[in-house]
């Protein structure tokens, strides 16, 4: 599929990594002298994030073009993301330039913060066909965006954006700001009101949102997060409890603060006091990495944002599961992150044993036994593991697992994997045995033909001698003394 990505700023840039290390080629066009320099940073961190991210191997980057013109980035493109800065006159000129080049079908997401549909569509060709696909930044981590416009070219654009990892939310009436900027809007009014009155510096505000309810909002929302506060009585005690005080004067929503010279200098002082000691670019990676840690707690509650990141790794896994594959398969890689590490300065031991679980999931997914499967009430249990650690890791690391199948018949399999270094040297090893098993009954059973022909695949794959330490237990030193006593 061929993207086209009108503007390489903030957001534009966001949007062009998430697509291009989703494998997708896309044709940029930004006419600011340094756009290639800002998108390639831009592209440095997501990609940095992507690997700290994923546990599945990526799919290759597509190809990143540069464009001299709108007409030459939108040819033959099947989705254009417009991320011009947010100036109706400028939108309505740059959609125009990308309907006249673009081809029929193709669709245009626009990533404007305000406008609707219909503000958008003013002098369009083919109105319908003209969305806002709006995301957060930063956009290649975010999976939202909120889809307006309906119609064909929604639901198309809600599965291409589905397809990148992005969790889109169809807005079925159009207004102005959608409803992320709408609630983000009004906590940003009382968060100036709170300066401007000097009742909190940036930096205050700040701790109460991230040590507090931002915590909650990342996993729970809002009215998931208030039902919890209402107690066992839940939600109804909840909004009597706390429905009086949305009376009480709590709030200044209606007006808006003078944003004068005073304001900003006051907010832009503070914040340098806050933030001013790390670069832009600094705290992007902060950032992101504080954003992995959240997706990868969600991911191991199979929750949220976390889901997605689950759903997008078994992605992956399939398309690594193609016959391009080779053998011994690679199906797993992980970068060490700093909390595998541990009071030694090395991968913690469970985490060895991590690594080789996640490989074990990848090659099962890999023979067909994934999700789908699962479900069907059939699932692989490991029931005896022998590790060996050979080399010590470290934080930051990237490993990639090596499988090799050492066995099979009709309910067992036993796996052969090595933690490869990025030198190549093996880290570990770790031999399982796995069963397959229905999981109602919690007895083994027979695997399926589709199962025991995709085993025999890559059994016919398997060359030269199982390793010498193969099958073979820790060794008895008791035994060795005995020996030699
Ligand atoms: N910044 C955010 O947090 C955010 C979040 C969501 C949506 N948006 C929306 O995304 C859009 C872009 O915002 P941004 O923050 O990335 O702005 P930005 O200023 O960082 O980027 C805009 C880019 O558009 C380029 N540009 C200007 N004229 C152009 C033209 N004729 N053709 C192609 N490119 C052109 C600029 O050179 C610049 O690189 C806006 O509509 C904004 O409302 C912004």
């Known amino acids: 599929m061929k993207i086209a990505a009108i503007g390489g700023g903030v957001i534009g840039g966001g949007w062009i990594a998430r697509f291009a290390l989703s494998g997708h080629d896309v044709a940029v066009f930004d006419p600011h002298p340094e756009a290639q320099r800002i998108v390639g940073e831009v592209m440095a961190n997501a990609a940095r994030a992507w690997e700290k991210l994923f546990q599945a191997p990526l799919p290759d980057p597509g190809r990143i073009t540069w464009a001299g013109s709108i007409a030459e980035a939108v040819a033959g493109a099947d989705y254009v993301q417009e991320s011009v800065p947010e100036r109706l006159d400028l939108k309505h000129h740059i959609l125009a330039e990308i309907e006249a080049s673009a081809p029929e079908g193709t669709i245009i997401g626009s990533s404007t913060s305000g406008f609707k549909p219909s503000e958008l569509r003013v002098g369009a060709r083919h109105p319908a066909r003209i969305l806002v696909a709006h995301p957060f930044n930063p956009?290649?981590?975010?999976?939202?965006?909120?889809?307006?416009?309906?119609?064909?070219?929604?639901?198309?654009?809600?599965?291409?954006?589905?397809?990148?990892?992005?969790?889109?939310?169809?807005?079925?009436?159009?207004?102005?700001?959608?409803?992320?900027?709408?609630?983000?809007e009004a906590v940003w009014r009382e968060a100036l009101w709170l300066v401007k009155d000097g009742i909190a510096t940036t930096e205050e505000i700040?701790?109460?949102?991230?040590?507090?309810?931002?915590?909650?909002?990342?996993?729970?929302?809002?009215f998931e997060t208030y039902r919890i506060a209402g107690g066992e009585a839940g939600m109804r005690h909840f909004l009597g409890q706390f429905g009086p005080a949305l009376k009480w004067p709590w709030t200044k929503l209606m007006d808006v603060p003078e944003l004068d010279e005073a304001l900003i200098d006051t907010i832009a002082a503070q914040s340098d006091a806050q933030s001013g000691a790390h670069s832009i670019r600094e705290l992007e990676r902060i950032r992101d990495d504080n954003l992995v840690g959240i997706f990868q707690a969600l991911k191991a509650t199979d929750w949220g944002a976390g889901r997605i990141v689950r759903e997008m790794e078994n992605g992956f896994y399939a398309r690594e599961g193609r016959p391009a594959?080779?053998?011994?398969?690679?199906?797993?890689?992980?970068?060490?992150?700093?909390?595998?590490?541990?009071?030694?300065?090395?991968m913690t031991e469970f985490?060895?044993?991590?690594?080789?679980?996640?490989?074990?999931?990848?090659?099962?997914?890999?023979?067909?036994?994934?999700?789908?499967?699962?479900?069907?009430?059939?699932?692989a249990y490991t029931v005896e593991t022998h590790i060996r650690h050979l080399a010590e890791v470290k934080a930051g690391e990237r490993l990639t697992v090596e499988t090799r199948l050492l066995g099979h018949d009709g309910k067992r399999m036993r796996l052969h994997h090595a933690i490869l270094r990025a030198d190549g040297s093996v880290a570990a090893t770790g031999e399982h045995m796995l069963l397959h098993v229905d999981t109602d009954a919690g007895r083994a059973a027979p695997m399926p033909a589709a199962l025991l022909a995709a085993l025999a695949a890559l059994a016919a794959l398997e060359r030269g001698p199982a390793p010498d330490h193969a099958g073979v237990g820790i060794r008895r030193i008791g035994a060795v003394a005995e020996a030699q006593a």
């Not at 700040?206 to 809002?222: K, T, V």
């Open 139 to 184: 956009v290649y981590l975010l999976p939202v965006v909120e889809v307006v416009g309906g119609g064909a070219a929604a639901g198309r654009a809600c599965e291409i954006l589905a397809a990148v990892g992005m969790k889109p939310v169809q807005i079925a009436r159009e207004i102005d700001a959608h409803i992320g900027d709408r609630l983000l």
């Open 206 to 222: 700040d701790d109460i949102i991230r040590f507090g309810f931002g915590l909650r909002w990342a996993q729970m929302g809002l």
């Open 325 to 346: 594959t080779g053998y011994p398969l690679r199906l797993h890689q992980v970068i060490v992150p700093g909390g595998w590490v541990d009071y030694n300065g090395h």
């Open 351 to 379: 985490r060895y044993l991590q690594a080789f679980g996640d490989a074990t999931d990848a090659v099962l997914i890999h023979i067909g036994l994934d999700e789908a499967y699962r479900a069907t009430g059939f699932s």
